[in-house]
């Protein structure tokens, strides 16, 4: 059972790009068999794709030419695909890539609250940028750190405390919105809050077994953030 959504604390939002932002996996699943077609192999199935995303492109690549969720594949064979794959998807990132219901309102919303909005994913910044852009996305969010920006990429807290530092606030005025494992580990590690969304490409039931990897409150859409937003402004402002 996760917490009902405490915003009182929180100066700006984080998001997660892919299963929170954007509803990305058809593109990814299509330049992942296109690249393994490519290569002589067989198509996979989407819900085992889907089940591959989340650690960057590199891993994706690793995943994808091998089925298997640890292995890593050939270093020949890993070169070829990632230049396949990487070209592909950058010609087809947003053939069927949409946001989820919900994003572009719950983000427009939070902006006219007058809370910063950026973007922390795995994806390597050049393609997060270019999918946000083609979205028409890209100038809602005053910063976009991709997983190659920085030295470490979630579950690192590095991403989240490269934010704070920007945004000039504390970790714990931070709220880390994400579908996955590595967007509550990162949210955790930097000693931020941690939303979890329940529509993206892992079960935050599954995730919540575990106390490491448990939300701190887990919403449907982001919209749900609005109303949450207005009570702390309120509760803060009889505050002070
Ligand atoms: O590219 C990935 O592996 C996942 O990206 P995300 O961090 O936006 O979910
Ligand atoms: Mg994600």
Redesign the pocket.
């Known amino acids: 059972m996760n917490n009902a959504l405490q915003l009182n604390h929180i100066q700006a939002f984080a998001f997660?790009?892919?299963?929170?932002l954007v509803d990305s996996i058809k593109d990814l699943a299509l330049a992942a068999n296109a690249m393994r077609e490519a290569l002589g192999m067989d198509d996979l199935p989407l819900d085992t794709l889907k089940s591959f995303?989340?650690?960057?492109?590199g891993?994706?690549v690793h995943r994808a030419l091998t089925n298997d969720h640890e292995a890593l594949a050939d270093d020949a064979l890993w070169q070829q695909g990632f230049a396949f794959f990487t070209q592909y998807y950058h010609e087809h990132i947003a053939d069927y890539s949409s946001p989820y219901a919900g994003v572009v309102d719950g983000v427009q919303l939070l902006k006219s609250l007058g809370y910063p909005v950026v973007v922390?994913?795995?994806?390597?910044e050049r393609f997060?940028i270019k999918l946000l852009a083609d979205l028409g996305m890209l100038d809602e969010f005053s910063l976009v750190i991709g997983?190659d920006t920085l030295p470490e990429k979630?579950p690192s807290a590095l991403p989240l405390q490269h934010v704070c530092e920007v945004l000039n606030i504390e970790p714990k005025q931070l709220a880390m919105v994400?579908?996955?494992h590595?967007?509550i580990l990162a949210a955790k590690a930097a000693g931020a809050y941690a939303i979890g969304v329940n529509y993206g490409?892992e079960n935050m039931d599954d995730l919540a077994q575990d106390p490491n990897t448990r939300a701190d409150a887990v919403i449907q859409s982001l919209t749900q953030l609005y109303p949450a937003a207005q009570d702390a402004q309120m509760a803060q402002a009889r505050e002070s």
């Open positions: 997660d790009l892919d299963g929170t995303v989340g650690d960057g492109m891993r994706l922390v994913t795995n994806k390597a997060a997983g979630k994400g579908d996955s590595n967007d490409y």
